[in-house]
């Protein structure tokens, strides 16, 4: 096996270090939920005579309790087209389930609400809300102490990470996320892309924009671009938490089915009852989390893991940070261009490799970590390797030496960059991160006047009167978790697209949040600290020279420093209500966006 590379180790070790004190009390915590009686034959009669009413077909299998009993944690809706595919998944896993000798029920569902639906309107910003009452629910569901095992199905931005986070907290079971794949390529997202600002600019009617928007979003399945959803999946990947390669199979298809019933299998096999116990809690350790940061900066991910990922590893009693996705950024290639880091969709990348391809890369460059402890028997090498049906089953093969695609995807040889997707920005405007893959490098570094927003709304209202027509920094504030719940502003990425096209120096600087499916516009987002409770943005002026530096790692407000720190606080927005938003007053008490934006776990102390 190739030597980890220096810097990754380093990291590494330094996640470890920070991480200690967290880390040995939540193996401790998970030891004693292990030990204290968390298996069916010590729970009471009556409480197993409730659990079992419900299905008839498995009752008897379920008696004698000397078999796994898989908890499905299900996050179907037939909204939300990439949870759409999951409507049949528990009838079918429950077969496959008594195929290998255990059985399996619906332990309950989580909400799964989509980005795609709420973006640029109220419903938005219960968005990153949502993912921490999924991990509550995902807790609610594993808390009947009926299981000895869990099936995780979701796959979108904020329910893959919800569902982790309460998860881990029943971190001695073991558990497998099942995906449901990518729908089929419709239209381009370059060619979506440019109805959209053909529409901001008023020259493509709503019909010829609803047409564009029908045929790229057009049947059940993930959305095409290498966004928040997709990103998730090639992040649970390189931690080793799927059955290997499971993440961009089309639904309907042969490989689909066999891949979750592997999965099933694979999860029956891993209980604490055999001689392989796999839980999840070992399984997402220091390492297992560091491999997620080098995925997702090999690929040009989605920056909404910058928040998701601190997180996923405070469930786990984990500390990792921007540092550390910026000292790995520099250390770690980018090896794949998927929209909006580049032209072809996922069903393009899966052709030209897939996420296979590009762990078996970052492994042969000691780039990634081998021997973590995954779902698959075989470790991460298993990941690295491509799955097909060969008659009636499924197998895995080895990829060839090359890429399919060298557009797409390409070897540690010969990467489309030496550095991955991200950099962090810090100075008087305080700690922002950039996702520098899909900027062009003549755009690295953006000087202009500040134009200053308390919401989107009014920054689409100004481009539309022309307000924009010039080399600007476009802020908006008050946009932080604290706020309201910090929604992603991608309605803002037509209209600043626009002004980039027509020559200007444009840049955007925000306490909130942008789309995975957002790129070629510099945007300097989750600033820390936020706007409400003090945070420096809330002293910009209009016309403030602001400068985004990627090149250096900065972010300033060129004003004399005396001036700047005499300067009153912009009073901010009252709270937010209606569409239900004054229900979550509660998780507005979240943590800065760099510790995971959750309220939950700052209550929790973790």
Known sequence: MTNLHPEIAAVTDRVIERSRPGREAYLALMKRERDSGADRPKL?????????????????????????????VTAYNDMLSAHATYYRYPEQMKVWAMEAGATAQVAGGVPAMCDGVTQGYQGMELSLFSRDTIALSTAIALSHRTFEGAALLGICDKIVPGLLMGALRFGHLPMVLIPGGPMATGISN??????????????????????????????????????????NQMMMEAMGLHIPAASFANP??????????????RLA????????????GECVDERAIVNAAIALLATGGSTNHLIHLPAIARSAGIVIDWEDFDRLSRSVPLLARVYPNGSADVN??????????????????????????????????????????????????????????????????APFSPEGG??????????????????????WTIEAPARVFDDQAAVQAAFKAGELDRDVVVVVRFQGPRANGMPELHKLTPPLGVLQNRGFRVALVTDGRMSGASGKVPAAIHLSPEGLGGG?????RDGDVVRLDAEAGTLEALVDPAEWAARPLAEAPPAPDGTGRELFAMLRQADEAERGASAMLAAAGL
């Open 44 to 72: 009471g009669c009556a409480n197993l005579a409730h659990a079992y009413a419900g299905t008839d077909e498995q009752r008897d299998l379920m008696k004698p309790a000397n078999r796994m009993n898989i908890g499905i």
């Open 190 to 231: 370059k060619e979506k892309a440019r109805v959209r600002e053909l529409y901001a600019e008023g020259k493509a009617s709503r019909e010829e924009l609803m047409e564009a928007e029908i045929s790229a979003y057009h049947s059940k399945g993930t959305c095409t671009f290498y966004g928040t959803a997709n990103s």
């Open 252 to 265: 309907g298809t042969k490989l689909r089915q066999e891949l979750t019933r592997a999965a099933v299998h």
């Open 269 to 280: 096999e891993i209980g604490w009852d055999g001689d392989d116990y796999r839980p999840i």
């Open 348 to 413: 393009g990348f899966e052709d030209a490799g897939g996420p296979s391809f590009v762990i078996r890369e970052l492994l042969r460059g000691g780039l990634m970590h081998g021997d973590i402890l995954t779902i698959a028997r075989d470790g991460m090498a298993a990941y690295a390797r491509k799955p097909a049906i060969k008659g009636d089953a499924l197998v895995w093969h080895d990829h060839p030496s090359d890429s399919g695609d060298d557009s797409i995807v390409r070897t540690i040889d």
């Open 422 to 443: 991200f950099r962090i920005l810090s100075g008087n405007l305080g700690r922002a991160c950039i996702k520098v893959s899909a900027v062009e490098r003549d755009r």
């Open 536 to 540: 420096p943005i809330a002293r910009l």
